[in-house]
């Protein structure tokens, strides 16, 4: 049986992550892939809905709060990323990564 691991914080908390990129779907949606900390796992958000490209902070559609770390991430390791997902979703393989348009 799989394991659920939540990488939601407290309400108000933000969760830290590094070797972040912006990643969006077909629906469209965009998503935070990224390490998210104290973790090292390499992970994708619920769907972003708030950007705060000032403060490096994003807002999913669960109310969790993401705060940016460092610099972007790889692009080749978010599309493998999505190549990964996209075997269990064919709708993913048209996953565009947007960090520069948006964050950068």
Known sequence: MSTVISIRRPTGE???VKDWR???TQRPSLHLYGRFLPSTSYWASPAIVRIDAAC???VAAN???YR????PG????????VSLCSAFDKRLVSTRDVT???LC
Request: net charge negative; aromatic share 4%; hydrophobic share 55%.
């Open 14 to 16: 933000a969760t830290l």
């Open 22 to 24: 912006l990643l969006k």
């Open 56 to 58: 490096r902070s994003l």
């Open 63 to 65: 109310g969790a709060l």
């Open 68 to 71: 940016l770390i460092g610099e």
């Open 74 to 81: 790889s692009s080749e390791a978010a599309a493998e990323f």
């Open 100 to 102: 520069l348009d948006v």
